[in-house]
């Protein structure tokens, strides 16, 4: 069996742990805190990938970088969701320490450093720390970034593009997406229970994309790479509240709670 079997991701959106709607980077403590301790419950392999929030969206946008690459508004823009990073990073070692070392032990691994795209989409990434780092224990943390970009000069990444990109590299048992919804809304504002890239057509004009500033394309893109990543990799993803207390446990414990993402039955 590899050493990467029962490997899962879980993305935090910028939304659950920074103040989203704020000019500046504003982390809510008190909600990084509880989804860290619910983290640290966890005793598999884990990679963690978190959003940019209002560290990254606010400057991305200034910038004007989701149109064109600017180096200083890149550097700005990196150098405030690292910022964020050391946050997510020591809010999930506080937990490691604590335990005699069982919690988790994270270590940041930033974008920038280690991944190129060509026109928005990730083209490589060097793997063999990340692999290295799950065989040895210990959890990296990812993020949404600036990266350097062939045909762009740079971009923004979003955290959801590298989610499904390690899901589908690593081959990942469970991907879930955590945000500040309770999954994809329906007309009638409840979860919807399922989409599949057969059913999403009927689903695709009521995702809303999200109400505050955002470069990366709100609830709807990330719809749109999970589907991708069940129609190439046969992976279901689960999109459910991280902002709610537990649920981040109960992901991670393996329910399939929020909106399942999967491929269409028969497949
Ligand atoms: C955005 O990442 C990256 C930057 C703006 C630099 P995400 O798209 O993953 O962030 P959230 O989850 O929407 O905040």
Redesign the pocket.
Same mark, same amino acid.
């Given at each position: 069996m590899s050493a990467l079997s029962e490997l899962v991701i879980l !993305?935090l #959106?910028? @939304?659950v742990i &920074?103040d !989203?709607g704020a000019d500046d980077g504003v982390v809510r403590e008190a909600e990084l805190l509880r989804i860290a301790r619910e983290v640290s419950e966890y005793r598999g392999k884990l990679i963690v990938v978190? $959003? *940019?929030?209002s560290f $990254?969206?606010t400057y *991305?946008k200034k910038y004007g970088l989701d149109r064109q690459f600017d180096p200083e508004g890149g550097i700005v &823009?990196h150098k405030s +969701?690292k910022k964020l990073s050391t946050a997510v990073v020591d809010a999930l070692n506080r937990f490691g320490e604590g335990r005699g070392g069982e919690g988790p032990r994270a270590v940041a691994v930033h974008p920038m450093g280690c991944m190129v795209c060509k026109n928005g989409r990730i083209e490589s990434m060097y793997l063999d720390n990340l692999r290295l780092m799950l065989e040895n224990g210990l959890v990296p943390v990812l993020? #949404? =970034? +600036?990266v350097m970009d062939s045909e762009l000069g740079g971009c923004?990444? @979003?955290? =959801?593009q590298i989610v499904t990109y390690l899901a589908k590299t690593l081959k990942a048992s469970r991907l879930g997406l955590g945000s500040a919804a309770d999954g994809v809304l329906g007309m009638d504002g409840k979860a919807v229970h399922e989409i599949t890239p057969g059913t999403f057509e009927e689903f695709s004009h009521y995702i809303g994309a @999200?109400e505050n500033t955002? +470069? &990366?394309g709100g609830m709807l893109g990330k719809v749109r790479e999970l589907l991708e990543l069940c129609k190439t990799s046969c992976i279901t993803s689960h999109i459910f509240n991280a902002g709610k207390a537990d649920y981040v446990h109960r992901f991670l414990e393996g329910e399939a709670i929020g909106t399942s993402i999967c491929p269409d039955k028969g497949n």
């Amino acid at each position: 069996m590899s050493a990467l079997s029962e490997l899962v991701i879980l !993305k935090l #959106g910028g @939304s659950v742990i &920074t103040d !989203k709607g704020a000019d500046d980077g504003v982390v809510r403590e008190a909600e990084l805190l509880r989804i860290a301790r619910e983290v640290s419950e966890y005793r598999g392999k884990l990679i963690v990938v978190h $959003g *940019a929030g209002s560290f $990254g969206h606010t400057y *991305a946008k200034k910038y004007g970088l989701d149109r064109q690459f600017d180096p200083e508004g890149g550097i700005v &823009t990196h150098k405030s +969701v690292k910022k964020l990073s050391t946050a997510v990073v020591d809010a999930l070692n506080r937990f490691g320490e604590g335990r005699g070392g069982e919690g988790p032990r994270a270590v940041a691994v930033h974008p920038m450093g280690c991944m190129v795209c060509k026109n928005g989409r990730i083209e490589s990434m060097y793997l063999d720390n990340l692999r290295l780092m799950l065989e040895n224990g210990l959890v990296p943390v990812l993020h #949404g =970034d +600036v990266v350097m970009d062939s045909e762009l000069g740079g971009c923004i990444l @979003s955290g =959801d593009q590298i989610v499904t990109y390690l899901a589908k590299t690593l081959k990942a048992s469970r991907l879930g997406l955590g945000s500040a919804a309770d999954g994809v809304l329906g007309m009638d504002g409840k979860a919807v229970h399922e989409i599949t890239p057969g059913t999403f057509e009927e689903f695709s004009h009521y995702i809303g994309a @999200s109400e505050n500033t955002d +470069v &990366t394309g709100g609830m709807l893109g990330k719809v749109r790479e999970l589907l991708e990543l069940c129609k190439t990799s046969c992976i279901t993803s689960h999109i459910f509240n991280a902002g709610k207390a537990d649920y981040v446990h109960r992901f991670l414990e393996g329910e399939a709670i929020g909106t399942s993402i999967c491929p269409d039955k028969g497949n």
